[in-house]
């Protein structure tokens, strides 16, 4: 670590101009100075201007990609809207031939229809369950003299058996 006298002798030699004894920067003569500082100062303007190109140029691109963003969802708002436009005038076409047929048809007739409807459906299932019925009973006429056949055959085989 160095001595603290060491370090005051040391900053002896790095004062600025006009400060102090030797009023020199050590290394540079006084007459530099003024060049030193306007190298300075250039060099800082410098790098502030290249500083704000760079954000310049960083808020621009963030900027083209919120556009693009922006003109995204315009594209996509635009179909919605002629989706909607479509789908309406479909709906309305539907709902203009329900009226028509509605309008064909009073409602008396309609209601004498759905009762006729009804009435058939039921007549359906009934004759749906009679041919059931009927299926059943043909299967057990047809087993039957089968199974006649087979008690006659068995009678016989006894008679003529030992």
Do not use: C, Y
């Amino acid at each position: 670590m160095p001595r603290p006298e060491a370090v005051r002798l040391g900053l002896q030699h790095h004062r600025r101009p006009g400060e102090g004894p030797g009023r020199g920067l050590g290394l540079l003569d006084d007459a530099l100075a003024p060049e030193g500082r306007a190298a300075v100062a250039a060099a800082m303007e410098q790098a502030g201007e290249r500083r704000s190109l760079m954000l310049a140029e960083q808020d621009e691109e963030r900027e083209a990609a919120w556009r693009e963003r922006a003109l995204n969802a315009e594209g996509a708002l635009k179909a919605a809207h002629t989706e909607i436009l479509t789908q309406r005038t479909r709906i309305g076409e539907l709902l203009s031939q329900i009226r028509e047929l509605e309008a064909e048809w009073p409602q008396e007739a309609v209601q004498r229809i759905t009762t006729e409807n009804t009435t058939l459906k039921q007549r359906v299932r009934q004759l749906t369950a009679d041919n059931r019925t009927l299926d059943e009973r043909l299967k057990a006429a047809r087993s039957n003299p089968r199974f006649q056949d087979r008690r006659v055959a068995d009678l016989e085989a006894r008679i003529a058996g030992p």
